[in-house]
Every structure is written in C-alpha cells, then in structure tokens.
C-alpha cells in the first residue's frame, strides 16, 4: 500500500521512461491494473521469498475484515422514525420522511449554510445508504411537512357509523339517518349531557313519530344545534311535521310592501285647480275647486 503511487507511474501511467501504452478508457486502465495486480502476486517475491497470494491466505486469520456498511458518521446522527407517524425530531424541528420508514432508523445531518442550509435525512437498506428526504429548516411550532410522505386515507374514512353498544344507544340509532348523522356531530363538536338528549330524543319519537324527530335531528346536527332545547325548538317551528316541506307565506293585509296605485298618475295630463274669490277680499268662503 505504501508503494502504490510508486508502482502507478512506474509500470501503469504511460511516461517516456516505461514506454507503456496510451489507454483509450479508464476500463482499459482498470484491465491493466488487473493484469498487473496476477503478475506479481503469483510470482515470489524478492525480499519474503513467498508468492504474495498465498502469504495473503495465511494472513487473512489474523486481519479484522472490513465492515460491510460505510462508516455512518458522515451521514450525522440516528433517529428512529416512530411506528404512528412518519415525523422525526431534530435540533428542536419536526421533519416528515417517508411513512414506509416507520419503525425504522434513519440519519440526519445540516447541509450548507444560511438560505442554502438544508436538513438531509439518509436511510440504509438493502441497496445501501439512499438520501429519502431534504427539508429547509424548521423552526419549533412550524414543522417542515412533504404530502408525498404521508399514506393516502383508507378507503372509507369519512364515512363515520356509530356503533351502538347498549340498549339506550340502540333505541337512538334506530330513529333514523338523522339521529346517527347527530350522534357523530355532537360527539365532534364536544357536545355535553350527550346520553341526556339522546334518552330525550327517543322519547319525543315516541310521542311524535320517528321520522318527524329523525329529520329534527338531522336538521340539528347540520346547523349545529346541539343545546338544551334545540331540538324541541326545531320541533316546535315546523308543527305540521318537518317532511310536509310547508311554505308559509304572509296575507296582502299584512304585508309591509308599498302599493303601487301612487304610480298609476304618472304620466296623464295635469290638473289645474283655481280658488274662487268673489270679492276680492282673498276670503274664498266654502267655494271648493
């Protein structure tokens, strides 16, 4: 090893004194070195008397071998990206990597400096070190997030179904879509005294029908009327039962819109009224026009 420089020039690198040939690609230069490398280590050597190759066999017991894995202190420090989420921790900043590294460990290191400055993150698979993801720093309270990282929603997420447990639970899911689309909403929205208002409900569909306390329901939870008395009040404003689709509309002597009978003079001809005065005395008495 220590000769290696030394053997290049003097039997490898074509110069005027070893009169080597010029190589028209480094794979020619590599095929050299190859040919090389067979001719003296099967020869014996001058100094050890031996043939190179087999002093290497007898030499190999008693060597470490080389580590199958790079040295990984150029790739920074390890973190293991957590099993729920594929976020990773670093100098006070939180880092997407890819969800299908989760469990895993992975190597995270500062590039460059100022605006060009970048946090790198390396994993080391099966087909050795691969750079997975590169993030401008994040400051704590702002994480630097990539949408790619993350797995897409399962199928279905949005289509939230209460599952009913007891009898109670039960007896409330079975008013209807409204009631079950309610459930969900309130639950959501943190509503209290849940269980209260859903013992409530199914007693008022008892007493007014399903279907008419069903549709309050469902009216409630998309306006978002989750209070005390809302839904008695969403009952009480539609009497003929919600599904009816009643239009109200207010009588003409109620109404507060102006008639249109003062327009009507528009455009006839003006009338001239004159004040009679007798005797001149600008009295006009009981004289009309």
Same mark, same amino acid.
């Given at each position: 090893?220590?000769?290696?420089?030394?053997?290049?020039?003097?039997?490898?690198?074509?110069?005027?004194?070893?009169?080597?040939?010029?190589?028209?690609?480094?794979?020619?230069?590599?095929?050299?070195?190859?040919?090389?490398?067979?001719?003296?280590?099967?020869?014996?050597?001058?100094?050890?008397?031996?043939?190179?190759?087999?002093?290497?066999?007898?030499?190999?017991?008693?060597?470490?071998?080389?580590?199958?894995?790079?040295?990984?202190?150029?790739?920074?420090?390890?973190?293991?990206?957590?099993?729920?989420?594929?976020?990773?921790?670093?100098?006070?900043?939180?880092?997407?990597?890819?969800?299908?590294?989760?469990?895993?460990?992975?190597?995270?290191?500062?590039?460059?400096?100022?605006?060009?400055?970048?946090?790198?993150?390396?994993?080391?698979?099966?087909?050795?070190?691969?750079?997975?993801?590169?993030?401008?720093? +994040? @400051?704590? #309270?702002?994480?630097? !997030?990539?949408? =790619?990282?993350?797995? &897409?929603?399962?199928? %279905?997420?949005?289509?939230?179904?209460?599952?009913?447990?007891?009898?109670?639970?039960?007896?409330?899911?079975?008013?209807?879509?409204?009631?079950?689309?309610?459930?969900?909403?309130?639950?959501?929205?943190?509503?209290?005294?849940?269980?209260?208002?859903?013992?409530?409900?199914?007693?008022?569909?008892?007493?007014?029908?399903?279907?008419?306390?069903?549709?309050?329901?469902?009216?409630?939870?998309?306006?978002?009327?989750?209070?005390?008395?809302?839904?008695?009040?969403?009952?009480?404003?539609?009497?003929?039962?919600?599904?009816?689709?009643?239009?109200?509309?207010?009588?003409?002597?109620?109404?507060?819109?102006?008639?249109?009978?003062?327009? +009507? @003079?528009? #455009?006839?001809?003006? !009338?001239?009224? =004159?004040?009679?005065? &007798?005797?001149?005395? %600008?009295?006009?008495?009981?004289?009309?026009?």
């Amino acid at each position: 090893m220590e000769n290696t420089v030394k053997l290049a020039k003097a039997d490898l690198v074509p110069t005027d004194h070893n009169l080597a040939a010029q190589y028209d690609s480094f794979d020619d230069l590599e095929a050299a070195c190859t040919q090389f490398c067979h001719q003296v280590n099967t020869r014996i050597h001058r100094t050890t008397r031996r043939i190179p190759a087999e002093m290497l066999a007898e030499e190999r017991l008693h060597l470490h071998p080389v580590p199958a894995a790079p040295h990984t202190a150029t790739w920074g420090v390890t973190r293991t990206v957590p099993d729920n989420t594929p976020m990773v921790s670093f100098e006070n900043g939180q880092y997407s990597v890819p969800h299908t590294l989760r469990g895993q460990t992975v190597w995270v290191r500062a590039h460059g400096a100022g605006v060009s400055e970048r946090i790198v993150f390396v994993h080391h698979g099966e087909g050795g070190p691969v750079e997975v993801a590169r993030h401008r720093r +994040a @400051r704590p #309270g702002s994480p630097q !997030i990539c949408d =790619e990282h993350f797995p &897409p929603p399962p199928a %279905g997420v949005l289509d939230r179904h209460p599952i009913p447990r007891t009898d109670a639970e039960r007896a409330f899911c079975d008013i209807g879509a409204g009631a079950r689309l309610w459930l969900c909403e309130a639950a959501e929205a943190g509503t209290g005294k849940i269980r209260v208002k859903m013992g409530n409900a199914v007693t008022l569909a008892k007493l007014l029908g399903a279907e008419r306390v069903d549709w309050a329901l469902g009216h409630a939870a998309a306006y978002g009327r989750f209070a005390e008395g809302d839904l008695m009040a969403i009952l009480d404003a539609h009497p003929t039962g919600a599904a009816s689709d009643t239009t109200h509309r207010a009588d003409e002597s109620r109404s507060l819109a102006q008639g249109t009978a003062g327009w +009507a @003079r528009f #455009g006839a001809a003006p !009338i001239l009224t =004159e004040l009679a005065d &007798p005797d001149g005395t %600008g009295d006009t008495g009981d004289t009309e026009p």
